[in-house]
């Protein structure tokens, strides 16, 4: 049962999960201030964490191994990262890639002599390698080749790169992927689970993305030194905050949101309760202010995302174009106790959805006091349990009621039965196929939750014509597969938000939706598809840097406020930043 905080007025209710579990709606959602980037910084600052650079054996190149210290009230971790030369033709985006430009783990504890050796014959082969049980996370990464050089050109001859660049792809780096939960070999999840560091969803992992960031920003000065040693510049703190880590990623990450029901409905269970607890608050003159700045600079911030992508590029013109209505209705609507449950039915009857998540999305922003504390409750003990002796009529009822989304649709359709999923040989990562076109349909996933539970409503309905006294256990015994669906509604029943509300089948699915909905709680900004089944994203931009981390920052609310970054003005292009003529 969620609990409220005591807020000002009565608090809003939950949203009702035919609304919120569309999956066009999941795909619209931004980051927001409970995304894990976000929670893992602010745990960083809150405890101190402590980074340092243990060394930097690096060539003119910017080639070799570079080791980070992290220090945190409750233990020791390392980054360690390998850099080599990449031939162009070599580096890709594409999973099956066998070599990157650089490579790199997070170790639990000290790194000996022995530990670095097996490290370097084995990191840098990823997959193919034999990795060491204390990796949490283990990961690679390309440069972004035009960025890269320009850094390198600009900081060499003592000037600022033009932060353009970093507008139009935020980060010298993007990663292709970034592995934990005891993938190849690493540490398990389980050995995470009662770490005070690590214990919320994917934080190691973000860990290994922000030390990326920090390497990234190091790297590039130190070739630009080697290049010019006498000229060379460091970069701006402006452009430091600005870059980010970028990350390519396709339909692989399509099945961890069907396949842990469980999670995803913490993740959204508590997206959803921050968002009542907001419209719970009585606004004052202060957080009305507040909420119009947030929204200027969300709107100057899309208008400043570049994207190729036309129907990525519509909504957010879309966007941009609504964000101004926002604003002149805060400006007049007078200030009542309900003005933010106000604003909310507002954009919903007037605002494009990405428009409406946006407007939910600053509301959270407003009240980190009242919400932060949910970012411990976006992890669970996932189990999903058979309760066999249920009558059978019961699940029949449960489907009937909470699953009724799956049997609205008439599968017998052929647009309802379009797509089917399936797992590529070569690096057993899901695909998409069209079913009766392409082969592999025998092989297929069951990743479609909506045909499988209508299978089983449509078979235990027989089953009951016959049987009407019967449990689910007499069910399965003459229907043993229906067992896992069977196991997955009974569990799923006691909890609103678990299950995607759409058929994964249909030919109208749009399975960047899918992508957009998990990287949206990672804390992507920067959202630009490639195709229908890959995009490229930004992490991180924006963030603190890792001095200001380890400087500990006075004021943790303002350290806090790097949402929706924009581009760095008045960066000097001089040698060292304002010793010249010219801005």
Known sequence: MVEFATPTILPAPLRPADEVMQLERLGSLPASRLSFVRSLVRQMARQRWQISRTRFDLNAQGHGIAIYRLQTPQGRYHGVIFSQHLEDDQRSDRVIAQAWDVTFGVVEGDVD????????????????????????????????????????????TGRQPDPAGLTRVGYLYRTTAVYGNGKFGIADFVRLQDNPDFHRPFSAQMLA??????????????????????????????????????????????????????????????????????????????SRRRLIELTRRAMHHLAQTVTEDAEQGARNAATVAALPEVIAWLEEVPLEADLWQQLVAWSARTLPLEAQELVNTLLIELYPERVDALEDRMGTDERLELTPDMPLVRLKQLIETHDDWALAEDFTQPEARHWFWY??????????????????????LPLAIAPRVSRTHAALSDFLDAHPRALVVEFLIAHPRHKDIVRRIQTMAETPY????????????????????????????????????????????????????????????????????????????????????TP
């Open 498 to 581: 678990g299950e995607i509300r759409a058929n994964l089948w249909h030919r109208d699915m749009k399975p960047m939706h899918l992508l957009r909905t998990k990287l949206a709680f990672f804390g992507a900004s920067r959202f630009d598809p490639k195709s229908d089944r890959w995009v490229r994203i930004t992490l991180f931009q924006g963030a603190p840097l890792v001095e200001e981390l380890n400087a500990e920052p006075r004021d943790l609310a303002d350290f806090d406020d790097w949402s929706f970054p924009l581009e760095p003005e008045g960066i000097m292009h001089e040698r060292d930043q304002g010793v010249g003529d």
């Open 113 to 156: 002599d022995a530990l670095l050796e097996q490290m370097a014959a084995n990191v840098p082969l990823q997959e193919a390698g034999r990795q060491h049980p204390r990796l949490l996370v283990l990961s690679r990464a390309n440069r972004s080749l035009r960025n890269f050089a320009h850094f390198v050109a600009a900081l060499s």
């Open 423 to 444: 797992r590529s040989a070569e690096k057993e990562e899901p695909r998409l196929g069209v079913r009766g076109v392409e082969p592999g349909a025998e092989k297929e």
């Open 209 to 286: 993305v922000y030390l990326l960031r920090h390497f990234s920003i190091e790297q590039v000065e130190h070739i630009a030194r080697c290049q010019a040693p006498e000229s060379a510049v460091p970069m701006a703190t402006e452009l430091r905050r600005y870059l980010g880590i970028g990350n390519s990623t396709g339909l692989g990450m399509a099945p961890f949101l069907i396949n842990h029901p469980q999670l995803i409905q913490q993740w959204v269970l508590c997206r959803e309760t921050a968002l009542a607890l907001a419209l719970g608050q009585a606004p004052d003159e202060e």
